[in-house]
Nanobody, 124 residues
Framework: QGRLVESGGGLVQAGGSLRLDCAVSGRTFANDALGWFRQAPGKDREFVAAISYNGASTYYGDSVKGRFTISRDNAKNTVYLQMNSLKPEDTAVYYC?????????????????WGQGTQVTVSS
């Protein structure tokens, strides 16, 4: 069983930065790919970023390319999402997710375990 716990959300002004952390337990972390998704009120859960098991490959949603960076520290069983140049439209609950097997990085159905989410609010 995998347990994912996000932290680092909060309120920030437009143009500011935040870093989200996701600590993973109950898994051999270095074997698994990880991703970040977000969900705004009334909208579907949206792909934000993903990283392969060894960190060699990263993937980003079009709306965050060039502003967000995903990384991982396999020694700390933690994945990070550095968010820069934040915009009000980035406001959402952000979820960390773990992909144990195959499937596309971009779809929620490919992920086996999810965190509880952390709120990010960007004020204009």
């Amino acid at each position: 069983q995998g347990r994912l716990v996000e932290s680092g959300g909060g309120l920030v002004q437009a143009g500011g930065s935040l870093r989200l952390d996701c600590a993973v337990s109950g898994r051999t972390f270095a074997n698994d790919a990880l991703g970040w998704f977000r969900q705004a009120p009334g909208k579907d859960r949206e792909f934000v970023a993903a990283i392969s098991y060894n960190g060699a490959s990263t993937y980003y949603g079009d709306s965050v390319k060039g502003r967000f960076t995903i990384s991982r520290d396999n020694a700390k069983n933690t994945v990070y999402l550095q968010m820069n140049s934040l915009k009000p439209e980035d406001t959402a609950v952000y979820y960390c997710a773990l992909k144990a097997l195959g499937g596309s990085y971009y779809y929620t159905r490919s992920y086996d375990y999810w965190g509880q989410g952390t709120q990010v609010t960007v004020s204009s």
